[in-house]
């Protein structure tokens, strides 16, 4: 099943967007081809204006058209993970309350998402890029509390019916695959869930392909992006270095059985053919039958070779409010 993640309305109507911006979405994206979405709260001033009433307005009209609502993200909740002082504050993060009441009156999937983005360390004088020196020892300070907080977030999420799930960007306050699969080994954590996003774990230097079954069982959702392992762009899948073929057979060899879901930023005007040739390209893929893995394999969207998409980087996400 193809779907579309909550970059979809972020780049249809800005960080900003409100629920009714997500009714009002859900006919291009059905008229594209798409079969699911992920709701969001990108910003805690939505999630503060979101009602229950909200959440039912678009799981009704999901249903009447005949679209799957797949896995909540909370974005506005990564706030609590975005610097050391607000990572060692004890409880659970501000919201979390609120973020799975609009959950649960979605009535879709039963997986509560929430992004770890890049720890901010402007404090200590460093930046917070994966590949900074002082982002492992801030790392290493952070575990306890870190593992704490994301305990209670879990079992919050589990008390409420859902799953919880992380989204890890570059440079956040855990760390890669390997950090997520040593948590998994954690007493309340056990269940924990990974939300794979394709480009974020391409810039961290991971092998992506090799993620489906080095965490198997472990991914719930996705966020299928592209980009040249550089700079961190969400960009339509075949217009970076990814390599999609043997990531989809890895994810099928994993028994994932959750969405194909696209992510792509980029300007408002541009989200139908970004997305259209996205859609295009995955098919294109299915349809060539099993999926060997090889470079006479790949498929590469005809894009041009300056376009205003890509242009705009993930730097929104650093600051989930």
């Given amino acids: 099943m193809y779907g579309v993640s909550p970059a979809f309305f972020l780049s249809s109507f800005g960080p900003g967007f409100l629920p009714s911006d997500i009714v009002r979405a859900l006919t291009s994206l059905r008229d594209l081809g798409y079969q699911s979405f992920q709701p969001e709260a990108f910003q805690s001033v939505a999630a503060e204006s979101w009602t229950e009433r909200d959440s039912r307005e678009i799981a009704d009209r999901a249903r009447s058209m005949g679209l799957v609502t797949g896995p909540f993200v909370a974005h506005w909740l990564g706030a609590a993970f975005s610097n050391p002082e607000d990572v060692a504050r004890p409880g659970l993060p501000a919201g979390t309350e609120r973020a799975l009441g609009i959950a649960a009156a979605l009535e879709g999937a039963q997986v509560f998402a929430v992004p770890l983005p890049a720890l901010d360390l402007s404090r200590f004088g460093a930046s917070s890029s994966s590949g900074n020196a002082s982002i492992g020892p801030a790392r290493a300070g952070l575990k306890g509390a870190l593992i704490d907080k994301l305990g209670l977030l879990a079992e919050a999420a589990r008390s409420s019916g859902f799953r919880a799930a992380l989204e890890l960007l570059p440079g956040n306050a855990l760390g890669g695959s390997a950090e997520f699969r040593s948590l998994l080994s954690t007493r309340g954590l056990e269940d924990l869930g990974l939300v794979l996003d394709t480009g974020h774990f391409h810039v961290m230097g991971e092998d992506v392909p090799a993620l489906p079954v080095r965490l198997a069982g472990a991914v719930v ?67 060539a039958g099993p999926f060997p893995a090889g470079p006479d394999t790949e498929i590469k969207n005809d894009r041009p070779p300056e376009t205003s998409c890509g242009t705009i980087t993930r730097g929104l996400e650093r600051s989930p409010v």
């Fill in 221 to 287: 959702a996705t966020h299928l992006c592209d980009n040249d392992g550089i700079e961190n762009l969400s960009l339509a899948p075949g217009a970076g270095t990814i390599p999609f073929r043997p990531l989809l057979a890895a994810l099928a060899a994993s028994g994932y059985r959750g969405g194909l879901d696209v992510e792509i930023l980029c300007p408002p005007g541009e989200v139908s053919r970004e997305y259209g040739r996205a859609l295009t390209a995955l098919r294109t893929l299915e349809q």
